[in-house]
């Protein structure tokens, strides 16, 4: 059955609010950008000017993509003079069209009250080979662990589950897999599931 | 070490006078998770835990799922508390497809999920209770549990694996005459859980057990990532209840516990502080809840989001801060799905808290982190 049918079959019904009219879209120019979170932005910006990307700045969140080169600089940026100190979050994403793997940082802080809500997201990405040798393969980024302590299981994970090797790190070991799974990174894309 | 073999099946140098130890990973010493620790005599030198013996893959799974079909799986890592672990997804997709939710059901979900927490609570302080040797207090809340487990059955239709919560609201309004009943049951639970101070946080036992061991000074917890009730027993006062309000919870009057002694006592503590706090938190909703009004918005069949997007929202679950990173490529299904847990935040404060501990202390220190195998695993 096609999805594109049902849903004009059903937005007639009554009952059904469309989630797509509901968030009126206005146009990218007209909306207006977060004091707090533009003023963060801004000064990352103002510190690493082109050699980083600011992809979004929402209420509470901040993303920035960040080359692998930079990353650590720029983590270290963040702890030290915006006071971001730990990490809620590492995750992997893989993207088999770009034979890139995202690897996602969220920040927070527990130390500074004015950015308790505040998520930061730094986003960098590392090369994909196509046959992973998890380790051994081009597939490497430079650990933050020295910068955020906290990184230190979630980035053992991202290893396992995606094939990124992070370099620094002091212990690359497999954390949730069994120590003999020869197969490849489960997490990324070409992995795939029985039966689906 | 033997780089032929891998990692984890590589030959130990042997020492004479370390001992390696395997704890687990058979329930309930270590609840499915093994921690490998070198003893010297009484003492722990090193700690490497080894979870993974309950992965299962969830965030896999998710990826072949559409946003509603994820629902049920995505409680299963932790079924005691799945109206919290459920409650960032529900949270994340809703700002994905652009949802604004009824009223009454935000009530409804803050209801749940306190329930929920105290429910996950118990069974934990039940388990605690049983690490110490302290029967009674294994009996105890695994008893007065059901009280909340009745009153979960009762509106949501099942005694663990709610499936509650979905984008949207919450699946069923609640039954008739839900407000008194829940209104008396929660009293009668809170008037029982104080008399735990007695039997078990006021015992010089169990004082002399766990005051002192363990020690986690405020700043190791920040530097480590800890969350929750690890977090706030060391001085830290973050409950994102009040930290960043998801919800209705900035209309209610929401207190965190705070400890500053860092040890497993307080870490052991804050959590029966925070059930008392959800009787509070509860009868607010109950009072304030709209009396009638929708619950659901209804969906279109296969929402989808718009284009490629990322959404990252966290609650306070009864272990802590509970992420969830939605990526949507504009399909069904999520393309990626990452559930951030405090159970796996925490234990990383592990190895740190156990060196130079002995080893009867492993297990006071081990369940006061408030860690949940299942949960951490995935």
Redesign the interface.
Known sequence: MS?DS??EL??TTS??????T??SPTPEKEIELPKFEKGLADKIVEKFGTRIKVAFVKH??I?IDVGRDDVKEVATFLRDVLNF?????V?G??YPQDKEIEV?Y?LGS??DSSL??Q?L?LATRAQREENPIPGNDATKLPSLREI???????EREIFEMFGVYFQGHPDN?????????ADLP??RKD?A?KG? | MNNEL????ALQKVDERIMTLNVGPQHPGSGHMRIIVQIDGDFIVACDPD??YV?R?E???AE?RNYITNIPHLERPVIHDSCNILYPYVLGVEEL????VPERAKYIRVIASELNRCVYTMYWLAIYGIFLGHSTMFMWPAGDRELLIDLLEKMTGARVTHAHFVPGGVRNDLPPNFEDVCLRQVNYFEKRIKEYAAIFYDNPILIARTANTGVLSRQDA????T?GSV?RASG?D?DLRK??PYDVYDELDVHSNVMKEGDSYARSKIPWLDMLESCNIIRQALQKMPKSGSVR???????KG?GLD?V?K?VESGRG?L?C?I?SDGK?EP??L?L?VGS??N??ALPYLLKGEKLGNMPAVYWSLNYWPVEA??
């Open positions: 999805s049902d849903d059903i937005e009952d059904v609010i469309p989630a797509s509901k968030a509470d969140r993303r100190d730990h990490a809620e979050s995750s994403v893989d996602v969220h527990y130390t308790s809500r998520i997201v955020f302590y906290s990184v230190e299981f979630h070991r497999r954390l949730l897999l069994p120590e003999d799974w489960p997490l992995f599931i689906r | 891998p990692p984890g099946l979870p993974g992965h893959g965030e896999k799974m072949y497809l652009g949802i604004e920040i530097r480590l990532g969350t977090l830290v973050y930290k960043e918005v209804k969906l279109k069949p296969n929402p718009k990322s990252y966290r801060s992420g990173y990526v069904p393309y990626r990452k951030s796996f935040r234990l990383i695993d995935r």
